[in-house]
């Protein structure tokens, strides 16, 4: 489905990823964890459109990814950003509906809501509340919705764990496996190393801009290098 070829995104004279390639199959969750600063988000900013690579290539779905944001939207990738970036001085329902910008079809938007209700429970009761005083939590709930209701193939996901209480942390990641037994595929960029690569088909190991391991996610788990560093497991 997306195919990253030897990409490389600066930031003036800070060069933030290093020939990074990696691929998503269609159907598959896939991970790339790191710690904090190791280009996860700039990866997803630049398949999200919103920053250009210096060099590199990305194909989706054979074809070359388009420069413009909506563009990408338009051919079902969505972004669901670091820290929610909710609309906050609108509602939860109009947070939702702006997820369904492009799309035209009524009966479609009003069923895909009744999904994100038995999806996330709390949203209905939330739908009048402006999205700025929700908990942490609910705008995480919030902000994954609102990237499902423009009916995405590929849904990136950037720290949908961070900042959450634990409990908070599990009902998310079970609603992320849902998601894909839905039939989305998913790219994951993670913190927590351990949940996300305990749920992903494909993994991926970025440090400083570069990928340095990769493997499926529960060989990842069982490497001694990741163990270490990211699990905090020195045996």
């Known amino acids: 489905m997306l195919e990253i070829n030897k990409l490389n995104v600066k930031y003036g004279q800070i060069h933030a990823l290093h020939d990074v390639s990696l691929k998503v199959d269609t ?6 964890v790191g710690a904090n600063g190791a280009g996860k988000t700039t990866l997803m900013m ?20 388009p420069k413009a944001a909506y563009k990408i939207v338009g051919l079902g990738i969505c972004l669901v950003p670091e820290r929610r970036r ?5 509602t939860v329902k109009e947070n ?11 009966e ?21 509340q402006y999205a700025g005083t929700l908990s942490g939590g609910e705008q995480q709930m919030v902000a994954i919705a609102r990237g499902l209701m423009s009916r995405p193939k590929l849904l990136l ?29 998913i790219l994951l960029a993670e913190q927590n190393a351990f949940q996300a690569l305990d749920m992903s088909d494909e993994a ?18 069982n490497d001694p290098l990741v163990r270490k560093a990211y699990l905090g497991i020195s045996h």
Do not use: C, H
Not at 98 to 104: C, E, N, S, T
Not at 158 to 185: C, H, W, Y
Not at 204 to 221: C, M, N, P
């Open 27 to 32: 159907g598959r969750v896939v991970a790339v």
């Open 46 to 65: 630049t398949l999200a459109g919103l920053l250009t690579p210096s060099d590199g290539e990305i194909t989706y779905e054979g074809k070359p990814l």
């Open 86 to 90: 909710l609309y906050a001085n609108l």
């Open 96 to 106: 939702l509906l702006m997820g369904a910008y492009l799309r035209k079809d009524k």
């Open 108 to 128: 479609g938007i009003a069923g895909d809501m009744e999904r994100m209700y038995q999806l996330f429970p709390i949203i209905k009761e939330r739908l009048g």
């Open 157 to 185: 996901l950037d720290e949908p764990s961070l900042g959450l209480a634990p409990i908070m942390v599990e009902n998310m990641f079970r609603a992320i496996k849902e998601i894909s037994a839905q039939g989305v595929t």
């Open 204 to 221: 991926f190991v970025l440090e400083t801009g570069r990928i340095i391991v990769s493997g499926s996610g529960k060989d990842l788990l």
